[in-house]
């Protein structure tokens, strides 16, 4: 994988940070990549590719989408997902779960493909006018959004899966007359069915777009400091190895030898990397 030189950063827009990108179909039972990716201004749907570390520029945009194991031919939605994120950033429109959903439903998508879905988990960072660099956090489904912010050891998760499990926690403190504190959410070791998503987007046929909405998306917006770091992934990545799991990294670690890292521990975690990963690191300057 070649990164495009479109985000790089010349003499008029300094790099802000340093990113590279991970992917790989593990021993997924059907042999297919289902997980796909944009990278500052290409899409990509690969087995297996680690990038070279690239220096980026602002504004930047770096996103993850996997498909829908369950849904038929789902590499086809996650790879609908990542193109319409480059015709939107390319054309300099706002990215949105409705901006995503009109796009990729513009296209005739074949009948086999109806209801094949996918998740997504995207980051844009831009400059303000003070130079405070501000990053937008937006996600559906159980892709995720990691943040290690700098002197830190412990990675923060920044989103909150649309599945099961977290509606429940919802509706139990609802009852209880409080809010759910966002430690309740994305807890680990419960029973699968409780994991089945709650939003994702899907394809649909030219009957049907008509009459189907977008996916509910979470979207924030966090200040960054120098020397944070954001990691992007899919489930195949943070389901197998949780984020206390990861291997520290600092402002000198070489970002491609800690996702090549990242990837040996899902293919030597219980789970045997029995789904694709695909994971997008930035640490900034």
Known sequence: ??????????????????????????????????????????????????????????????????????????????????????????????????????????????????????????????????????????????????????????????????????????QQAKEQGRQAKFTDYNLEGMAGSLYSLTECFALTTDDSYTSSEAPESNSRKIDINSVDCILVCTDGIHDLVPSHEWQPLSAKTDLQAWLINLKNQVYDSDGNAYDNGTAILVRFD
């Open 1 to 170: 994988m070649i990164a495009s030189p479109n985000n790089c950063p010349s003499k008029d827009t300094p790099s802000i940070a340093q990113a590279c990108v991970i992917t790989f179909l593990g021993n997924a039972s059907n042999n297919l990549q289902q997980d796909a990716f944009f990278f500052l201004d290409h899409w990509y749907q690969e087995d297996l590719g680690v990038m070279a570390v690239t220096s980026v520029a602002a504004p930047f945009c770096l996103a993850v989408s996997d498909g829908v194991a369950s849904s038929n031919r789902s590499q086809h939605c996650s790879k609908a997902v990542v193109k319409a994120i480059r015709r939107l950033w390319n054309d300099q429109k706002s990215i949105c779960s409705d901006s995503i959903h009109h796009m990729i439903n513009q296209t005739k998508h074949s009948y086999k493909r109806h209801g094949a879905a996918a998740t997504l988990a995207m980051v844009a960072c831009e400059l303000d006018s003070a130079g405070t660099i501000k990053a937008t956090i937006t996600h559906v489904g159980d892709s995720r959004v990691y943040r290690l912010p700098k002197g830190a050891s412990q990675w923060q998760c920044l989103t909150r899966d649309h599945n099961l499990l977290n509606e429940l926690i919802d």
